[in-house]
């Protein structure tokens, strides 16, 4: 056991009350595979009669090494703690979740962990399989993003770049969202601890944005529009097509500009 896990089991059954068991999944549990951007990926189970004290837990993380950012995910009945902290020499990248008992038996996927610490019936662990579910409209910003490409053009005929460069930033990331669930589909996978190389797609080439050529940053915005408007039609169920309208509205604005 590496001393980064040693230190954090310590640290955590020092700080954290009604531990049942800190378990590790991932990459860490081989050290051949692992490498210098691999994740410690850790979850705190608490036994079946604790009850999450969330600040207390985030104070224990905060002393296992010097907080260099982090992000914090919460569910009703469980914390992600995403940290990347500095021990000793290193730079140590921790995903720690604390959950309560009857949330972690109920819907974490416990395929391949490690006890690091306590005990845990496996033998009562259900074996469940990673799910695909349905990319469904409400899991999308789906009308936020429309409202956006409006504005995008708008602030862009407008020459107030800074918040149109702002707003089209937004709408390339949307379009790889789509882009990252569709090989989620196609690879069968949730996790993405490996890219494939991938070339970035068409629309978001990001060398073809010059803000000193409005026309050519509308042209821009219209390729993305399409191609999002496209993967939402093939991903999600009962999706009309928006398109058209957003560009009209850019050959619209093409006209004024010229006028």
């Given at each position: 056991?590496?001393?980064?896990?040693?230190?954090?089991?310590?640290?955590?059954?020092?700080?954290?009350?009604?531990?049942?068991?800190?378990?590790?999944?991932?990459?860490?549990?081989?050290?051949?595979?692992?490498?210098?951007?691999?994740?410690?990926?850790?979850?705190?189970?608490?036994?079946?009669?604790?009850?999450?004290?969330?600040?207390?837990?985030?104070?224990?993380?905060?002393?296992?090494?010097?907080?260099?950012?982090?992000?914090?995910?919460?569910?009703?009945?469980?914390?992600?703690?995403?940290?990347?902290?500095?021990?000793?020499?290193?730079?140590?990248?921790?995903?720690?979740?604390?959950?309560?008992?009857?949330?972690?038996?109920?819907?974490?996927?416990?395929?391949?962990?490690?006890?690091?610490?306590?005990?845990?019936?496996?033998?009562?662990?259900?074996?469940?399989?990673?799910?695909?579910?349905?990319?469904?409209?409400?899991?999308?910003?789906?009308?936020?993003?429309?409202?956006?490409?409006?504005?995008?053009?708008k602030k862009f005929c407008r020459h107030d770049n800074l918040i149109g460069m702002h707003l089209l930033l937004d709408l390339i990331r949307e379009y790889l969202v789509l882009e990252m669930v569709e090989r989620d589909q196609r690879k069968r996978t949730n996790i993405h601890r490996y890219g494939d190389h991938e070339r970035l797609p068409g629309p978001i080439q990001l060398s073809q944005i010059d803000e000193s050529d409005t026309t050519r940053?509308?042209?821009?915005?219209?390729?993305?529009?399409?191609?999002?408007?496209?993967?939402?039609?093939?991903?999600?169920?009962?999706?009309?097509?928006?398109?058209?309208?957003?560009?009209?509205?850019?050959?619209?604005?093409?006209?004024?500009?010229?006028?």
């Amino acid at each position: 056991m590496s001393g980064f896990l040693s230190h954090l089991i310590r640290t955590l059954t020092e700080r954290v009350d009604g531990i049942q068991a800190i378990l590790l999944y991932g990459s860490q549990q081989h050290p051949q595979v692992a490498d210098m951007w691999s994740d410690y990926d850790v979850c705190i189970v608490l036994n079946s009669s604790a009850r999450i004290d969330e600040s207390r837990f985030i104070l224990a993380v905060n002393d296992i090494g010097t907080v260099v950012g982090r992000e914090v995910y919460r569910r009703s009945h469980s914390v992600l703690y995403r940290t990347a902290m500095k021990f000793q020499s290193s730079m140590c990248l921790l995903d720690a979740t604390v959950s309560e008992f009857h949330e972690w038996n109920s819907t974490e996927n416990r395929d391949q962990q490690s006890i690091l610490f306590g005990h845990i019936e496996l033998s009562s662990c259900p074996n469940t399989p990673v799910t695909h579910a349905a990319f469904r409209p409400d899991e999308t910003a789906i009308d936020p993003t429309w409202f956006k490409y409006i504005g995008a053009i708008k602030k862009f005929c407008r020459h107030d770049n800074l918040i149109g460069m702002h707003l089209l930033l937004d709408l390339i990331r949307e379009y790889l969202v789509l882009e990252m669930v569709e090989r989620d589909q196609r690879k069968r996978t949730n996790i993405h601890r490996y890219g494939d190389h991938e070339r970035l797609p068409g629309p978001i080439q990001l060398s073809q944005i010059d803000e000193s050529d409005t026309t050519r940053v509308l042209d821009y915005i219209a390729e993305l529009a399409v191609a999002y408007d496209k993967k939402l039609v093939s991903m999600v169920e009962g999706y009309t097509s928006r398109v058209q309208s957003v560009l009209r509205y850019i050959e619209r604005s093409k006209v004024h500009l010229l006028g």
